[in-house]
């Protein structure tokens, strides 16, 4: 049920997918896989920083994963948060963000502020949403809803979030009060994904009732497209960094790809046999990762666009 956004594409050759309690990175031109952290044992932060577990965690179970600009942040089951610098040794962060019983970490969003620090943005089952500042390694916001949040993005620009989770209506938030904008109405479940279109006027929302809406800022009152999927829930949302494609995945066996330039007509219905861990596309937007779960292990499928994605390129 909770797997999603386990893997993250940072060039087009490097690939990071959670498999079992390790993080495998792929590099398509090596043909070879490394392993920058594995949570199986004791980890331990390597740094001290202000309110940083110096003890760390013991066989964390992830639950999400983000990798963005050399920073790699996994959540886990029981709150935790684990925060590796590519380009150092050891972990430099280690935080849990609540110690509730229901304290999964749902998501994680990184992304650079506009004075240029790094930040991450944690969603959690106990309502919350968090921002850390990785500069200082603090706590910079917390804010909280009436739900458990199941996904967090923030609008190209910074100024707003899209939060969504266990209530059928999202809310757009203003990322520096947290105070609600808008309600998002027209889903029929909980939702579980999220994600702006580069261009910071439209971003679409994925739900339970097995449907992706599209949304335009400039008019709320409804989605300007409902795309549906075959099986299941839309657990995961990704758009093109050039914003002509967006890829949603289904828990299972189905991701779909639309052509945003031409309406958001489909342009591929990718079919496999596999529980998906997770999408993204590669900074070029030439190629689709699709993570595929296999009980305890995982899997990476690579589809490339100049291909049509018309068929496997790689799988490790």
Known sequence: MQLRNLVWATSKHDVYLMSHFSVIHWSSLTCRK???LNVSGHVAPSEKHPGSLLEGFTQTQASTLSVKDKLLVA???QGE???KHLDRPGVSFCSRTTYDDNAITNAIEIYASSSGAVHFIASNNDCGVRDFDMEKFQLSK???FPWPVNHTCLSPDGKLLIIVGDNP????VDSQTGKTVMSLRGHLDFSFASSWHPD????????????CRVWDVRNLSKSIAVLKGNLGAIRSIRYTSDGQYMAIAEPADFVHV?????GYDKEQEIDFFGEIAGISF?????SLFIGVWDRTYGSLLEYGRCRNYSYLDSLI
Do not use: W
């Open 81 to 83: 948060l684990i925060c």
């Open 75 to 77: 959540g886990g089951f």
């Open 258 to 262: 639309y052509d945003v330039k031409n």
């Open 34 to 36: 490394s392993e920058p």
């Open 282 to 286: 590669s900074p070029d937007t030439e």
């Open 200 to 211: 910071g006027l439209n971003f679409a929302t994925g739900n339970q009732d097995k449907t």
């Open 169 to 172: 209506d999202g809310l757009m």
């Open 142 to 144: 917390h804010f909280r």
